[in-house]
């Protein structure tokens, strides 16, 4: 893989141009991307996604740049429903598959109504960049792709860029070096 630092100019570049919210992806494809990168450069990826938010936000473009991070998505809904304290006592009770089953199962996320892709359409602007983070923080409650499946059945009107901490090969997405993840292939590699 490249530098990280030449990727990430390189993905800056690309979602500033036009080009990328004018078109559907690749072969008229849904216009959803992967950003790959070493888990251990999370930190990194992470400051590089707050100053383009920043910098966007100043205005000046021509489109507005919306970051959700999945984990908080998560979080937020336990806590606005009241399960946290619930789901730590369930975890120790029953362990980690089940309490993975339960969240999802609540927060509908295999259907493609989900509460994730419901609060990404509902705030996402109509000139929209979206980029999606916190894959690595939300594993394994949340899968990859299943957000991007879902996303595609019910919101196609801007630009997803997910940034996955990890390989993306357009065929499978590889977790910390042997989880994959491989049941998205309508997503496209941004940067080489």
Known sequence: MRDLNERL???????????????????????YWVFDYPPEKELEVRERIKYMQNK????????????????DIIIDFLEKNDFMEECYKFEQKKGLERITKAVSNSMKINDDDSYI?????DNTPENAVVF???????????RSHKV?????????RVPVVMFFPGEYNEQELILFGEIKDDNYYRAFKLVK
Do not use: W
């Open 117 to 121: 892709v419901q609060y990404i359409r």
């Open 9 to 31: 100019d390189e993905m800056e570049e690309k979602v500033r141009s036009p080009k990328l919210r004018q078109s559907s992806g690749r072969a008229n494809e849904v216009n």
């Open 132 to 142: 999606l983070t916190g894959v690595g923080k939300c594993f394994p409650i949340l």
């Open 56 to 71: 966007n936000s100043k205005g000046g473009e021509d489109f507005e740049l919306v970051v959700f991070d999945l984990y």
């Open 148 to 156: 991007l499946n879902n996303l595609h059945q019910a919101f196609v």
